[in-house]
């Protein structure tokens, strides 16, 4: 199993998860949906990577980080989430 931190916050009506260690991202309606959308995105991720070792990997830079809090800055006491997601690996 594989350990990876993410970030949730709530955009535009939806939730945003965001992987700090690769960059994708999930969204849906609530944070369970978005982050199901993140798990399935990461597992996808790492099928292709084990064929395509050479596909970009790497982690979020501080600055991207930033600019994915800051985006749609508008809700007073918006909500923020961390947490570590496990991804079943074979």
Not at 20 to 26: A, I, K, Q, R, Y
Not at 63 to 90: H, M, R, W
Request: proline fraction near 3%; glycine fraction near 6%; charged fraction near 20%.
């Amino acid at each position: 199993m594989d350990f990876y931190t993410t970030v949730l916050r709530k955009s535009a009506g939806y939730w945003v998860a965001l992987c700090l260690e690769n960059g994708l991202v999930g969204q849906g309606i609530n944070q369970e949906a978005a982050i199901k959308q993140l798990n399935e995105a990461i597992a996808s991720f790492l099928e292709v990577y084990k064929i395509e070792p050479n596909i970009y990997h790497a982690s979020l830079t501080i600055e991207e980080l930033y600019e994915f809090l800051a985006v749609e800055d508008t809700q007073p006491g918006k909500l923020i989430k961390v947490l570590t997601l496990s991804v079943p690996t074979d």
